[in-house]
T-cell receptor, first 109, second 114 residues
């Protein structure tokens, strides 16, 4: 079967750095998305990785290792507004989007 | 504002009611999706429409009936639902289906079935 694993919940301190991991086992791979979802709101796109390596976008970076079936989302200089759920999703060989259950990130002052 | 709107935002219905969820996208996309989101579970893809034609129906019970009159509008008709159908229903769109296109989501309809 196809599976995406990410931690259920994480806690971090304002101003710090946090890394949210995502591991996947899918039938093929055509890319990986990270989305952010604030409570009661729509998921919004953060990043897309299809090649190995690090993609940096402001305070957020996303890393991919296809050989390890692994990605992480790195959030720097955490702000209270970063409290949200972070969803990892993989595009399989049929271009189906396989979703993880999301990681709820709690930021404390 | 993602360019995808959904109404209503909240809906409470009994098991014998009939109601409809509406989704509209203003992005000129060709593909539209219905997802079910339950607490601590992955997003469940329910239906996909590409150029108004249904391309995916992931074993969804017949009490959920989608309708796509044009590429900008998508409905989900509900009847004789069960309490376990209570969830957040998300609509999304993407430029095309079957590609690595980013999906844009609406804010969702929070459905409670009594």
């Amino acid at each position: 079967g196809q599976n995406i694993d990410q931690p259920t919940e994480m806690t971090a301190t304002e101003g710090a750095i946090v890394q949210i991991n995502c591991t996947y086992q899918t039938s093929g791979f055509n890319g990986l998305f990270w989305y952010q979802q604030h409570a009661g709101e729509a998921p919004t796109f953060l990043s897309y990785n299809v090649l190995d390596g690090l993609e940096e976008k402001g305070r957020f970076s996303s890393f991919l290792s296809r050989s390890k079936g692994y990605s992480y989302l790195l959030l720097k200089e955490l702000q209270m507004k970063d409290s949200a759920s972070y969803l990892c999703a993989v595009i399989d060989s049929n271009y189906q989007l396989i979703w993880g259950a999301g990681t709820k990130l709690i930021i404390k002052p | 504002e993602t360019g995808v709107t959904q109404t209503p935002r909240h809906l409470v219905m009994g098991m014998t009611n009939k109601k409809s969820l509406k989704c509209e996208q203003h992005l000129g996309h060709n593909a539209m999706y219905w997802y079910k989101q339950s607490a601590k579970k992955p997003l469940e893809l329910m239906f996909v429409y590409n150029f108004k034609e249904q391309t995916e129906n992931n074993s969804v019970p017949s009490r959920f009936s989608p309708e796509c009159p044009n590429s900008s509008h998508l409905f989900l008709h509900l009847h004789t639902l069960q309490p376990e159908d209570s969830a957040l229903y998300l609509c999304a769109s993407s430029q095309d289906y079957g590609q690595n296109n980013e999906q844009f989501f609406g804010p969702g309809t929070r459905l409670t079935v009594l």
